[in-house]
């Protein structure tokens, strides 16, 4: 079969499209003030959760206004662990509900208690315009991120996209939403450029196991990156911190170990030393970053919001492992794109 017949390979291809509907719709939302809330939350499940993981590193990293994540069930389940206030009715909440389907049963039903508890306002991040959309003080629909393919890269990407300059617009920084028009264009010259690499990657079936390191804001797309890597191509995978990798996970590394690195500029000393200790005790090292890395930007946007460039080359690796091992990277093992519960 040709590669250009399966779905995750055109979506990946053509996901550019949807970071630039991404930019233009955010920027056009009319967005809340990020001094009217004590507290933000982002949620999603799955890819959807690591992206909120993401969200809020970049949210607190651009306001300087603290936020966390948590998944979609967690909120519903474990709320009293999450949501701060309880006997102060002027404490205020933003949630920002993060779904590709809009239809995700936890998530939905976190917000539906969450608005019934008039814990404050939800902004919605979403491909299609569904049932989280209707619960949505703000709704964010990027449908060109829309895919048929069960594991998320350009529905991720796009919201990706419109989470950060969602981020960029609270903290008032329209310098880096003029910066972000860049992405696509930079995008497109990374795929050109690095396919092959990725694909020489993938297809490498000497690797049994794949650990993905990113710190940060960029520890949230090491999540994702790792969890295309399970359901595309059923190997072996773990995201960590760039040190924490030292305080045990490095046991694992040996020949037929692969580390990816997704190198930030400001730590970067530290984060390379982590890799070529790796290298050392045997391990295959593969680093992506602005520049000196085996996958290279050169993008000139500022770091903070152009951690999307790391997504498509890391997504076609495990797609091109997927077809080395024999599987449809279009139907993972065991998965459907939504997840309906009865509750
Ligand atoms: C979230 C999600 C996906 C995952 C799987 C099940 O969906 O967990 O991330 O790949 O297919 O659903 P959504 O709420 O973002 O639509």
Redesign the pocket.
Known sequence: MKIETYHTYKEIKSQTIAWAQALDVTSASNLPKAGDYDQVIFT??????YLSLSAAAMYQELTGRSARAVP?GELLLNSQTVVSRIGNPTYKTLLVA???????TE?VKAVEKFKQEKRGDVVVITNYDEVLSRMADVNIVIDKGQEES???TR?FASMYVAVMAFCARMAGRDDLLSAMSQLPVIGNLVMDKYEGYAKELGENLNFDRFYFLGSGIRYGLACEVN?KMK?MTLTHSEPFHFLEFRHGPMSMVGASSAVCGLLSELNRVHEAKVLSEMRMLGGTVASFGESDADVCFESNIPESVRGVLYLPILQLMSFYRSLAKGLNPDCPTN?????KLDF
């Open positions: 999603g499940c799955g890819s959807t959760y979609g993060i779904s590709r389907s809009g239809t995700t998530t069960v594991a998320q529905s969890l359901e998965l459907t794109a939504v997840v």
